[in-house]
């Protein structure tokens, strides 16, 4: 049975609404759908990736409060939002943040990207169902 994770439809930042990205969890799959105007500012919908290339998940990273996140295909206004592809360390990084404090960051193996940056509604809640998930899995 999947587990969908949604962000509420819209959170307020800064005093404006900005979208959130929903993540679902299947019994073989992690699928992060991005929304609203994300999708063009990213160049992607939807990410999947099996459960099992997953090697970790923290909240709030560092990396999320910097500045300059590498060289990008995306988007990337600082304070308003960092979103798609990141070249950072010689590593493939993708990005949908609006808020560094609602970022988790979902470290990964065997993929294109080794990291996804993903801003959600309530990112302890998230960590916690996705780290479930990896020790089920």
Known sequence: ???RLRGRDRALWRGYAQPMADIEITPDHLIVHIRGADKFLALKSQLEVPLQHVAGVEVAP????????GMRVGSNLPGVVTAGRFLQHGEWAFWDVHDPNRAIAIRLHDEHYAKLVIGVDDPSGTVSAITAAI???
């Open 1 to 3: 049975m999947a587990q």
């Open 62 to 69: 560092p990396e999320a409060h910097e500045i300059y996140h």
């Open 135 to 137: 020790a089920h899995r």
